[in-house]
């Protein structure tokens, strides 16, 4: 089995990621944590992007999609995973395609979580947490908001919002991911690959559904 999870963003990939990997027994694939190894262990793709990733700029799409491929062609490579944050364009999605061709390695299931933007924009944007590195709990403004508002729960620190949960920042990247998937899942849809999940529900619903659409 070889998945690819798309979704907007603050929609739970990641989360639907990790459980299909324990209880599936997949391998997470993520384009940041392969770009990490590869500076790590200076591959020439490592060496290449790590110029990008210190001065704080996005790793070009030719450079991740060699980074995609060096790690495929390793002899050690997985044989059961799942893609999270990866491909995201069409550009992407072709050239990852030509590697598994090569390996003979097929995807066989696009999941594509379903979300109203203005759905992601009430979830994403509600979400708080306290700072203090001994605490760390999270809150949600209609969903576990803290006894009084604006404040932790456990040691009264003033809660703290991520800069991408803002809504400025938010709607910046729901825009930025329908312009990369107006083209990328019809493809592929043409391909026969795409189960379209529901993806406001909790996090076991949207799992157990996913695992019906696989026969799991």
């Not at 709607?171 to 998937?181: C, S």
Request: with cysteine; glycine share 6%; proline share 7%.
């Amino acid at each position: 089995m070889r998945l690819i999870l798309l979704g907007p963003p603050g929609i739970g990939k990641g989360t639907q990621a990790k459980l299909l990997c324990e209880r599936a027994r997949l391998t997470h694939i993520g384009t940041g944590d392969i770009l990490r190894q590869a500076m790590a262990e200076c591959t020439p793709v490592g060496k290449q992007a790590q110029p990008y990733v210190d001065a704080g700029k996005l790793v070009p799409d030719e450079l991740i999609n060699n980074l995609i491929a060096e790690y495929f062609r390793r002899p050690n490579r997985p044989e059961r995973f799942v893609m999270d944050g990866y491909p995201r364009t069409l550009a992407q999605a072709k050239a990852f395609d030509a590697v598994l061709k090569d390996l003979g390695l097929p995807i066989t299931n696009v999941i594509l979580l379903l979300v109203d933007d203005d759905e992601i924009l009430t979830r994403v944007t509600g979400r708080w947490s306290c700072p203090a590195p001994h605490c760390k709990r999270t809150y949600h403004v209609t969903s576990n908001p803290p006894k009084r508002p604006g404040f932790c729960d456990a040691d009264n620190t003033a809660l703290v919002q991520r800069s991408d949960d803002t809504v400025e920042t938010l709607k910046r990247r729901l825009t930025v991911y329908h312009q990369n998937t107006v083209e990328l899942i019809p493809y592929y849809v043409r391909q026969g690959l795409v189960r379209d999940v529901e993806g406001q529900e909790s996090i076991e619903q949207i799992y157990q559904t996913i695992k019906q659409v696989l026969h799991l």
